[in-house]
DNA sequence: CTGAAAGCGCTAACAG
DNA sequence: CTGTTAGCGCTTTCAG
């Protein structure tokens, strides 16, 4: 049996209380007592092997000093789920003492109208941190709506309470950045579909810088085409008359294919085709780097933890959607365009 | 407020107990009682939208229903938490009403003598789950064993209660494929070094095979040297006159930089040169899929929460260390020796 | 089959 | 500065 509370304090020759002041840093009179009570206490905790029982903390501070991160179990989405994201989200908590849990919830049975997932049916967290990515089931936010539980949206669009990645604006940049090397003919291309707001958002910053140059947008889409599959169709399209110089792509997939394709049509990256990729870290191949638009799932975590904590604190808060501002690192697939 | 038992009870006119019984699945007296209380109880509880509160009910059942996932912070190692692996883990745990809970520890203060890290200094779970791939630090088995909390070790080897994939028996496995298949001068690589126990297994197991096929094992072995690095030290070693016919890789960049290597050496895979991957899933470049021993991270997370259910059971049991079978998928990279 | 009583380990409020 | 008292919400004996 562990040690409670109760036997370090009756070791240690002072009442219960006492000794939860002195043992709970969260204390309000902390740094007060006597030195030597305080140092006795400590030190018979220590020999007792004392750990304070958090289930017991939480049923009279009346929170679970944990959180949440809820996600979708569907395989095509799943994997957005970004170690990176991850970990910033449990240390940002476990700096202030909260605890991080993750509950998968099934996409089959969120479709049933009876079904509550056990996150949401028990009371075992102060928070929620949503990681739906795309298609968000209706079913999921009317049950989050209904619990009122903080809950903060994580890479996805909502009125309040989300965070995500400034998509659009990140696009517009890349696009200026090649309109300043002198491209005009610059292409978007995807090769899933436009489910996810980021595919819409970085289409349209795209658009947006397109139009300010005065220049047509061109957007190259296989919906759900394997990349190996739209690799010969590519090569032709690079050597035609008016073929691009330059290729925004959704994600990693697009500009490694792109890359693959130039070097069967013998064209050389960046002299005669720049390529900007959308990746959490600097997309490579073996033999090259990418120019890449930086997802940041680090900040992004850290942000949605920062943000559910001031709902935890005051859960009438309704946060403005907040857009993160996304990096950009050069790479080697950026190049001025020939006259 | 939300509702508690004794509201729903008082609503329902019976006792605490009498509704506690009803709503609580896991209650041995679940199954019986009057069904028209039974039904009433619970429609009250559906109406009042009552949730149990888990940290109360932690307290008195003396277990917290919750299992640690305990992760290390350094940048170096922790991609190898694969979201397989928490998925499959998370999901299985949720199976027996667990839920699961991610702690990172810093790898820094894990080296102060005096630092205990809260998963273990708090009392707020039933087991761990422990994921330190590489360099366990000696001080983290210390403070498990003295903790005294059911533990399992993923990936990584110890006495007992630990799981992972049988790393040796898969080398030695595909290793004899490619003897199957004619070759002889078949090569083991990588371009890490032989930090985790991954690598030594997988180095022996090729080497038994080859030892078994009357061959000599060599390694071609590059100690953190970047892919790119390595490409150009690699093309004229494969067109060496005892250059090998088959390479088996330590991890996903190797046989990539070897496939790249062979396509500038002017080489064609599968017909002039073979490669063999370790990954958790089948590992391919756009236009190619590589022969894959997979890692089974899903059936880890399993087999891990599988042991630590038992070990919570019964914490004087010392599990017998599992060696996980590991699959393989040809995919596009084996091919006949020519004559 | 149901209820009364006790208590899990801890903290907050208040009194000294 | 310290101790007393009272409960948090739930489950578990144990009587009825």
Redo the contacts with the bound molecule.
């Keep these: ?1 562990n040690a ?3 036997i370090v304090a009756d070791r240690a020759g ?5 000794a ?1 002041h002195i ?2 840093p969260t ?1 309000r ?1 902390a740094g ?3 030195p030597q ?1 305080r140092e006795r206490v400590e030190r018979v905790a220590r020999e007792l092997g004392y750990r ?2 958090t289930a ?2 939480a ?3 009346k929170r679970f000093d944990t959180v949440s991160l809820v996600l979708g179990n569907s395989r095509a989405w799943s994997s957005l789920l970004s170690e990176k994201l991850l970990e910033a989200a449990s240390q940002a908590l476990a700096q202030h003492g909260l605890r991080l849990n993750v509950a998968y919830i099934s996409d089959e049975k969120l479709t049933d109208p009876g079904f509550v997932p056990k996150v949401l049916s028990e009371l075992c967290s102060d928070g929620l941190l949503i990681n739906y990515n795309a298609g968000v089931p209706k079913r999921l936010e009317e049950l989050v709506a209904r619990n009122r539980i903080p809950s903060v949206w994580i890479n996805s669009k909502h009125a309040a309470n989300c965070v995500y990645p400034d998509e659009q604006a990140a696009a517009c940049d890349a696009t200026r950045r090649l309109l300043a090397l002198g491209h005009r003919r610059i292409v978007f291309s995807l090769f899933v579909g436009f489910d996810h707001f980021s595919a819409v958002d970085r289409f349209a910053g795209y658009k947006q810088a397109m139009t300010e140059a005065g220049l047509e947008p061109r957007l190259i889409h296989y919906q759900d085409v394997a990349p190996r599959q739209v690799l010969p169709q590519l090569v032709p399209m690079l050597t035609a008359p008016d073929a691009p110089t330059a290729v925004i792509g959704y994600n990693p997939e697009v500009p490694r294919t792109y890359y693959h394709a130039a070097q069967q049509a013998g064209l050389r990256v960046p002299q005669d085709l720049s390529l900007i990729a959308f990746c959490e870290e600097p997309l490579h191949e073996i033999d090259i780097t990418f120019a890449t638009v930086l997802i940041p799932e680090q900040a992004m975590g850290i942000a949605a933890v920062e943000g559910l904590l001031k709902l935890i604190v005051d859960p009438t808060l309704k946060l403005k959607p907040l857009a993160l501002p996304v990096g950009f690192v050069e790479g080697e697939t950026m190049g001025g365009v020939k006259k």
Tied chains: 1, 2.
């Design positions: 049996m409670t509370l109760q002072v009442s219960k209380p006492t939860s043992l709970s204390s009179r007060l007592f006597n009570t304070p029982n017991a903390r049923i009279t501070r």
